[in-house]
């Protein structure tokens, strides 16, 4: 199978809401309720349009159709779609600051086929290219899994509020890049 890897473009926004929701129901059963994941979804999972608008968010196509998204951002907001109201838009500072790793959602009949980790080398490569020595990420409980394999550390496990009462479980995680 052939891969695409392309910038989003806010066209593409109504496919991926469609496909993060997806990827969030069908790759999250086992470490979340259905509860904790349609509280998530739309706040803590959902489209960042700052990321779109940055170019630096992308989709991931086979024979056209999108099948997984993903990104990194320069900014200071480490999760969270547009809903989330504590985003911090502010630039981060390559020499000082980590790059953020944002949004990796993959269609569950797409999944373990090497996507994830493909837009994770471009996305590490990008914030490599722009001076960043870190990067950084809020994982969910099923994406530790490709984070760890590819390299990143996992700090202590945090509680992160939902509605509803409900809390969801992330775990933050970070990785030194290696400048070439």
Do not use: N
Not at 9 to 15: A, E, H, M, Q, R
Not at 27 to 32: H, I, N
Not at 33 to 41: K, R, T
Request: proline share 5%; hydrophobic share 40%; net charge negative.
């Amino acid at each position: 199978m052939i891969f695409r890897i392309r910038p989003a473009t806010v066209d593409d926004v109504p496919v991926l809401e469609r496909l993060i929701a997806d990827s969030s129901r069908g790759l999250s059963r086992e470490d979340y309720s259905p509860e904790q994941i349609e509280a998530a979804l739309g706040t803590a999972w959902g489209v960042d349009s700052q990321l779109i608008a940055d170019e630096t968010y992308f989709v991931v196509e086979c024979s056209q159709q999108i099948v997984g998204c993903g990104g990194w951002s320069r900014r200071k907001t480490l999760f969270g779609s547009d809903a989330r109201k504590d985003r911090e838009p502010a630039l981060l500072d390559p020499a000082r600051e980590a790059a953020k790793i944002r949004a990796f959602f993959v269609h569950p009949d797409w999944a373990r086929r090497g996507i994830g980790r493909a837009l994770l080398e471009r996305c590490e490569a990008q914030a490599t290219a722009e001076g960043f020595q870190a990067c950084e990420l809020m994982a969910t409980l099923p994406g530790r899994r490709l984070y760890a394999a590819c390299g990143y550390r996992a700090g202590e496990p945090m509680q992160y509020s939902l509605e509803g009462g409900l809390t969801i479980e992330f775990v933050p995680m970070r990785k030194e890049l290696i400048s070439v």
